[in-house]
């Protein structure tokens, strides 16, 4: 049994009323002249939402209300899905519930970022058109030469040498043939290189300079190889943006990337490269060193050097260096031995 009051649709006039089930299937509502009767199935009743007042609408308009919501949902307990309405209420009102709830979203959404928007970024940035790729290359290396790279000082005669040397090496490398090799003198980023989309690898004359032989030089635009046969570069960029990948994947709109593009230089100079993506880049560069004899340890010596800031160069700040020379690094180049 319920009590409530009851309201006919037509009139601001309120009654009170008891509604009592007349067969398993169907209420009935009898009080000051009123005695009519519904199937459950015809009654539309108000969720329950904390302790809030419930609703009763009949077909013919009028409604009931009440503050009994254990009543009510007595009451409802035989129809169909109201059992589980009642299981979410338990659930809504408990504050264990809630922060058990709160957590799962959170790992869920840990999950997503960790895991589904590396992937979705991995199979966008192998998708892009090459036209899309080659404007955001140029759009990249013409940001850094406004902001922190300067003409190079090389000699005509060492640039001929090493871009000699770069077209060697992507002579044998499939699918970078394309590649080009572009210096740049650069205060700020010191001894370093960049990969940056479309094939472009840029190099600093303070790397050049401080290189003792061409086979660290080697070593280093290998890495940098792998990086752009790996997308490095476009990953980071999607990845750093989670909503703008999220409406390529649901729209398949991949000419949206060129929108941020502005962001990617950066990008690459004040972040660094994700420990997996340093780690294909590192373990590319073994390979290609052991398929050409060129030993390991060159490109573990010339890391030590930016790491211990010798000759004229002054150490890099983490947060500057986009290819932090770790010890790990280091030593497996030493050994000769891909990242575990």
């Known amino acids: 049994m319920l009590k409530g009051r009851y309201y006919d649709g037509s009139s601001s006039r309120q009654r009170n009323v008891t509604i009592v089930p007349s067969s398993p299937s169907a209420l009935k509502v009898i009080g000051d002249g009123i005695s009519f009767t519904y199937p459950l199935s015809d009654i539309k009743v108000s969720s329950r939402i904390g302790n809030t007042r419930r609703h009763l609408n009949f077909p013919d308009g009028s409604q009931c209300e009440t503050d009994d919501n254990d009543a009510v949902d007595r009451l409802l307990s035989g129809i169909r899905g109201e059992a589980t309405r009642r299981l979410l209420h338990q659930w809504e009102s408990s504050i264990g519930y809630v922060l058990g709830a709160l957590l799962i979203t959170v790992a869920l959404l840990w999950l997503g970022v960790n895991n589904a928007i590396p992937v979705l970024a991995k199979r966008i940035a192998f998708s892009l058109p090459a036209t899309t790729e080659r404007m955001l290359g140029q759009q990249a290396l013409a940001g850094l030469d406004k902001t922190v790279l300067e003409p190079t000082r090389l000699s005509l ?184």
Do not use: C
């Not at 999220?246 to 994700?274: E, H």
């Open 157 to 340: 005669e060492r640039q001929t040498e090493l871009k000699a040397l770069f077209a060697n090496m992507t002579s044998s490398i499939e699918g970078a043939q394309d590649y080009q090799i572009e210096f740049r003198s650069s205060r700020k980023m010191g001894p370093n290189a960049l990969a940056l989309p479309s094939g472009i690898v840029v190099i600093t004359d303070a790397l050049v300079n401080l290189s003792k032989t061409d086979n660290e030089l080697v070593a280093v635009l290998a890495h940098e190889i792998g990086h752009l046969k790996q997308r490095h570069a476009l990953r980071r960029l999607l990845q750093s943006s989670t909503t703008g990948i999220l409406l390529i994947a649901i729209t398949g709109d991949l000419s949206s990337v060129a929108s941020l593009g502005a962001w990617l230089p950066v990008l690459l100079v004040d972040t660094k490269y994700s420990r997996s993506f340093e780690t294909e880049a590192d373990d590319f560069s073994l390979d290609y060193l052991h398929r050409h004899n060129i030993p390991t340890q060159s490109f573990a010596d010339i890391l030590q050097r930016i790491e211990s800031g010798s000759g004229a160069i002054g150490q890099l700040p983490d947060f500057i260096s986009t290819h932090p020379a770790t010890p790990e690094r280091i030593r497996n180049f030493r050994l000769g031995r891909n990242t575990d």
